[in-house]
């Protein structure tokens, strides 16, 4: 396991108008640095991970400073790279990485194809073909590039450090990535397909991620006798219905609550008060209602998890009957609702099959 992980973070970011510097800048609860020092870390994969900064001061607090070198960042990012290749070349290293900090969103499977890829290869790049028709200029003429031929490289890229390091010391012009040495001098790389998440923050709207909320929600209806049961929008065979305003449903109830709490939109009654305009709806025009607001205003549901809490009828009967009304009501996939089904040991106005409750926790994104 003789391989070292080095992160270039010296750049200067002029293009990322922030006041903290960009590598320490919060991005998913962490400083967008740390994410490339904790995957290296947590892949074990590597004897040391060697950060090359101009910010020494602010990692010597650090929790993880032992596992880490750091040394001064050189005038251009090639500067750098050659700054740590010679930094860690009295530790015979077999293979080195380098990696640009501005990336933090690379998988840790990545890392392990690179080193496996290692074995028969001297330089293993990521890349991807661009989604995106790419024009290019020359003089005043434009051209369409072929995108089949075009390869958008990536960082951590793999290389015995051997090669890697002859190359890099004999280069003289700038270059943006450690790819391109083995390209100038013919040198043979292995690429392997990167990753779309993988991309590279430059602007602080690169940041800028869409917030997933939670919401819950609770209902309880007595059972009479003389009233069909709706559960989960579908009429359900049983000795009683449930008592209300509307249909009683008390799953499509709680999930309405949850769908508002989730949204900051107060609850059920608000929308729905107790006046005879709403008098004996049924609870799957309610939804509607609420999942149309819920579209108009850019949101979008990733599951729902629901507990059914009553003695009878039994919900191993009934789930995937609801569970298919419930998605069809809602425009959901049936692999984004649970239905649990809890009794309550007989006990109580539920456990005497005087009432139902239901609860309900759904989680909803916003997206622009
Ligand atoms: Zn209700």
Known sequence: ???????????KSKRFHSKVAKQFYNYKNKEIIDHSIEKSLNSRLFKK??????KIKHFRKKKYSKFISLIKGGKERSDSSLKALKYIKKYKPKNVF????????????LLRNLISQLKNHKAVVPFLHSK???????????????????????????????DLYKLAVKEKKKITDEATLFINNNYKIKFIKGECQN???TYINDTKISKTYFGIGFDIHKLVTNKKLYLGGINIPFHSGLKGHSDGDVILHAIIDAILGATKRKDI???FPNTKKFKNIRSPKMMKIIMNNLNKSNFYINNLDINLICEQPKVSKYRNKIIYSISKIMNLNKEQINLKGKTVEKLGLIGKEKAIACEAIISITKYD
Do not use: C, W
Request: net charge positive; charged share 20%.
């Open 1 to 11: 396991m003789n391989n070292y992980f080095v992160i270039l973070a010296a750049g």
């Open 49 to 54: 991970v060697i950060i090359v900064t101009n």
């Open 98 to 109: 380098i990696h640009d900090a501005a990336r933090p969103d690379f998988s840790m499977k």
């Open 132 to 162: 995106d028709t790419i024009k290019y200029k020359v003089k005043n003429e434009l051209f369409n590039l072929d995108r089949n031929m075009a390869f958008l490289t990536q960082t951590p890229q793999a290389f015995r450090f051997k």
């Open 199 to 201: 991309s590279k923050i």
């Open 269 to 271: 009654g608000t929308y």
